[in-house]
Antibody, heavy 121, light 101 residues
Framework: EVQLVETGGGLIRPGGSLRLSCEAS????????MSWVRQAPGQGLEWVAV???????YYADSVQGRFAISRDNSKNKVYLQMNSLRAEDTAVYYC???????????????WGRGTLVTVSS | IQLTQSPSFLSASVGDRVTITCRTS??????LAWYRQKPGKAPNLLIY???TLQSGVPSRFSGSGSGTDFTLTISSLQPEDFATYYC?????FGQGTRLEI
């Protein structure tokens, strides 16, 4: 079955760090364009970060310098390292696959179920 | 670019035809997508490139538009369509349209 499964969420104090994992099955993340998208409680969707097939990375201004996206092709996983966490980072974090094969199309055709990150003292 | 959806809330009944609009702050190419998000679930891609139906999505969904104005139409609402809908262009999502019974 083609799917994405996120893990690693939880309760963390402001200023803390957390690493989210996204494990893919049914396809290889190698060469794929993979993003993280988050959704604060009761709010809309916010794109967070992308890793291109060739490894280039981009981030939303709100997380630039604090979050880092990476990929381990051997484990078929994508990660989101989150540092200096703030209350406003509280959200469900989704891993999403771009539909593009050789370029990013910014159409997310596969999503995981999400993992909840709560930043609170 | 900012995406503004209208309406933000919409009440309808099973079998109704509904249209949701997404207006961009500046003209874009047809690189616009629509998603449906059921409560407690991840979003699901419905339409991409403004008007192309994603594989597996029922034909009651259709998209149109160009420039700054795009629409998502559901021709005959089914119970599972009562959800929140988002438009998206590149890294930006609209604020969402909640469709309620």
């Amino acid at each position: 079955e083609v799917q994405l499964v996120e893990t690693g969420g939880g309760l963390i104090r402001p200023g803390g760090s957390l690493r989210l994992s996204c494990e893919a099955s049914g396809f290889s993340v190698s060469g794929k364009y993979m993003s993280w998208v988050r959704q604060a409680p009761g709010q809309g969707l916010e794109w967070v970060a992308v890793i291109y097939g060739g490894g280039t990375k981009y981030y939303a201004d709100s997380v630039q310098g604090r979050f880092a996206i990476s990929r381990d092709n051997s484990k078929n996983k994508v990660y989101l390292q989150m540092n200096s966490l703030r209350a406003e980072d509280t959200a469900v974090y989704y891993c999403a696959r771009d539909q593009g094969q050789f370029e990013t199309l910014w159409y997310f055709d596969l999503w995981g179920r999400g993992t909840l990150v709560t930043v609170s003292s | 670019i900012q995406l503004t959806q209208s309406p933000s809330f919409l009440s309808a009944s099973v079998g109704d035809r509904v249209t949701i609009t997404c207006r961009t702050s500046q003209g874009i190419s047809g690189d616009l997508a629509w998603y449906r998000q059921k409560p407690g679930k991840a979003p699901n891609l419905l339409i991409y490139a403004a008007s192309t139906l994603q594989s597996g999505v029922p034909s009651r969904f259709s998209g149109s538009g160009s420039g700054t104005d795009f629409t998502l139409t559901i021709s005959s609402l089914q119970p599972e369509d009562f959800a929140t809908y988002y438009c998206q262009q590149l890294t930006t999502f609209g604020q969402g349209t909640r469709l309620e019974i």
